[in-house]
């Protein structure tokens, strides 16, 4: 974040691109909330970039975690670009009164052939990629 603060906060040469006058502001609160779940997710598969809806219980999630954050006061709801995201980010702004901005660069991470496997599979099935994968999700 903190490299992309020039950027998201339209500080620098771009001016107020995105937040207007917040550039002016010396700090900043950022607020972190993990998108609900998807049925893969609940499945225990791996995701990545693979673009899937919020599950039942993910919707159920996401909304849970707004109703315990009350009415945060927020300039803008950054989220990436899948449709999870957007609709947790959507559920954010709208307890806020606020906008969604979907941003590209916080896409998920494209793990090729590997997404929509079951984690058990990857690691029955573990070679030195796979071991790779597993340190990174554990």
Not at 56 to 78: C, D, H, Y
Not at 124 to 129: G, L, M, Q, S
């Amino acid at each position: 974040i903190v490299g992309w603060s020039a950027r998201l906060f339209g500080v620098g040469s771009r001016g107020g691109a995105w937040f207007g006058d917040m550039a002016k502001i010396a700090q900043h609160r950022v607020l972190v909330l993990r998108s609900g779940s998807t049925e893969w997710d609940d499945s225990e598969r791996l995701q990545g970039s693979t673009d899937l809806p919020l599950s039942k219980l993910g919707l159920r999630q996401a909304e849970q975690a707004v109703a315990g954050l009350g009415q945060p006061p927020l300039v803008g709801v950054l989220c990436g670009p899948d449709e999870a995201s957007v609709a947790t980010a959507e559920l954010l702004a709208a307890a806020s009164d606020t906008r969604v901005i979907p941003v590209d660069d916080l896409a998920e991470v494209n793990f090729g052939l590997w997404e929509g496997c079951l984690y058990t599979h990857l690691r029955a099935h573990e070679t030195k990629a796979n071991l790779v994968c597993r340190l990174l999700l554990e």
